[in-house]
């Protein structure tokens, strides 16, 4: 009796690894991962944020405000947080809504920018170097303003990141060119 295989079956079984081969699990660097998890945390921190304006559409703004400042038992006649209780007072819905899909757009920018740098998207490295080199400036300015350590370690956190990306993209492009090439 002659034994028949599809031919399908057979393909699949010559591209099959064996059960007991291990298979290597390549892992982006620490460093890449570290970076995607800062630009998650920031994403949320500022949807938490945009949360916080949806919240309070169609609400007294200056109301939670003074809340806040009371549950914070802090001076309301202070210097900042009289400014908190201001900057509530002259919240508008229609400033409101803007304020939330600000929010919802720069969360839903960082949180593609994390995808992308946890699975080692090259078009997620050149953009974090981009998008982290457009705050420098302002930094630099805050930094020259007002100097203190937040001051000094924004932008120093930020110029890492962009060295340790173009570190990663050159790298790569290296690595593209083949070993024989220099430069």
Partial sequence: MSQTTNPKDALLAKTQLPASAPVAVHKAPIGLRTVAIFEAAKGLIVLLAGLGFFYLIHRDAQSVAEEIVKL????????????????AKNLTDARLWFLSLAALIYATVRFVETYGLWHELPWAEWFAVISASLY????????????????????????????YLARIIAHDSRNKKGPDCKG
């Fill in 72 to 87: 914070l038992h802090l001076n309301p006649a202070r210097q900042y947080p009289q400014i908190f209780i201001s900057a």
């Fill in 136 to 163: 420098l400036p302002v930094e630099i300015y805050h930094l020259i303003e007002k100097p203190g350590l937040a001051s000094l370690l924004v932008p120093l956190v930020n110029i890492g990141i962009v060295i």
